[in-house]
């Protein structure tokens, strides 16, 4: 049982340069998240896709961009790394469209930018 | 936008010892609520949710948690907690398409 598989689980980065995380799942879900957390902070919506083809900005969109690139993959890309941006990411998948039920998470990417 | 308060972010208790989280949310429309557990190292997973109904939900792991719509809570229970339990938990409110999280709550359970 696979579900939800983010890629790297570690990395770390110069100021300025730029990564992709990429995460992929196979439960057919519709609708998929990227979310970041912090210390104290919780969890804050970066972007999400409510269905292949669109996406849509969360609370803490800037710095970001996200391609769902089919029905499987959504890809988080940060085009120049900032310190601000050092953080364990995680994606989020569920079944509805749109509409959230269940989120079913991935195990994490942490992300370190010096 | 609905919003997520957590109190006690830190709490440390005992082996057998009874465990309450708070949980209270600002949303004036019908909700969907949440809680999640993440076990050190580990990535999020569901707890136990409240969709409709019974307002007193029970989860996995002898959790349980009750919805008070008037006082727009929704605290999380375990009357005795082990050590297996040491663990950050998330409440998470969902009103108009929107999931929001609270901070968390660290709990550490002392063997």
């Known amino acids: 049982n696979a579900g939800v598989t983010q890629t790297p689980k570690f990395q770390v980065l110069k100021t300025g340069q730029s990564m992709t995380l990429q995460c992929a799942q196979d439960m057919n879900h519709n609708s998929m998240y990227w979310y970041r957390q912090d210390p104290g902070m919780g969890l804050r919506l970066i972007y999400y896709?409510?269905?292949?083809?669109?996406?849509d900005k969360g609370e803490v969109p800037n710095g970001y961009n996200v391609s769902r690139l089919n029905k499987r993959e959504f890809s988080l890309r940060l085009e120049s790394a900032a310190p601000s941006q050092t953080s364990v990411y995680f994606c989020a998948s569920t079944q509805e469209q749109g509409v959230i039920g269940e989120l079913f998470f991935g195990e994490g990417s942490r992300l370190t930018v010096l | 936008a609905q919003s997520v308060s957590q109190h006690n972010h830190h709490v440390i208790l005992s082996e057998a010892a009874s465990l309450e989280l708070g949980c209270n949310y600002s949303?004036?429309?019908?909700?969907?609520l949440f809680w999640y557990v993440q076990y050190p190292g580990q990535h999020l997973q569901l707890l136990l949710k409240y969709f409709s109904g019974d307002p007193l939900v029970k989860g996995i792991k002898g959790f349980e948690a009750e919805f008070i719509k008037s006082k727009f809570s929704f605290n999380l229970r375990k009357p005795s907690v082990q050590w297996s339990d040491t663990a950050e938990y998330f409440c998470a409110v969902k009103g108009n398409n929107r999931l929001a999280f609270g901070k968390g709550n660290q709990v550490v359970v002392i063997p």
């Open positions: 896709s409510a269905s292949e083809g669109t996406t």
């Open positions: 949303y004036g429309g019908t909700v969907n």
